[in-house]
């Protein structure tokens, strides 16, 4: 039924081991392991370990039960299992670079919320600079967050649509009642 009504959205990502560390005095980290398979994001795009998000760190990288050195650049294949150190709020984007997604092509992030992840504070005018679309009249000034609301009249919830001529802006993040990231897909038809 979500499908036929259009409302099914990309599946969240999960992290295969977890452990808060309390440090005192210290911010909150988290040790986070991935066991990463052939369809990870990393290993789909033949890369070795990709620069990590702020300040986490490569704690290990075991292969077949052994401990591996790792170093920047690493090779990494299906199998490996990779522990972080990291912040709590670096979680998303570790995810989506090593967890494999097991949903269906047409909900793969790219299929859904486009090429591009826009800010919901960008103005709709310095977008239209960039990708050549001419804004309504009156919006220049609003940042795709107000803009995006005042179309849809409602509370904006992930999936959302707008279509503003060959482009398909999707909510992509919300927080509270704001729109904090959007996709945007190119070439849209009806």
């Keep these: 039924a979500a499908r036929l009504l259009r409302l099914e959205v990309p599946p969240t990502t999960h992290v295969v081991q977890r452990v808060e560390l309390e440090i005192p005095g210290q911010q909150e980290l988290e040790l986070v392991g991935y066991r990463l398979a052939d369809n990870t994001p990393v290993i789909l ?12 760190r490569l704690v290990a990288l075991l292969r077949d039960h052994r401990l591996l050195d790792h170093k920047a650049g690493a090779e ?3 199998g490996d299992h990779l522990y972080l150190l990291t912040e709590p709020h670096e979680l998303p984007a570790l995810d989506h670079l090593f967890v494999a997604s097991a949903a269906p092509a047409r909900l793969s992030e790219r299929v859904f919320f486009g090429d591009f992840v826009l ?12 990708y050549g679309f001419e804004p309504p009249e009156g919006q220049t000034d609003a940042t795709l967050d107000e803009f ?9 919830v992930v ?12 909510v992509r993040e919300v927080e509270g009642d704001r729109i904090t990231k959007v996709g945007m897909k190119l070439g849209v038809t009806d």
């Design 45 to 56: 795009e033949g890369r070795g370990l990709p620069p990590l998000p702020g300040q986490t």
């Design 76 to 78: 990494l294949r299906p």
């Design 119 to 130: 800010n919901g504070a960008a103005r709709l005018g310095d977008l239209a600079l960039v």
């Design 148 to 156: 995006i609301r005042h179309q849809l009249n409602a509370h904006p």
């Design 159 to 170: 999936g959302d649509r707008l279509t503003l001529g060959a482009l398909e802006f999707v």
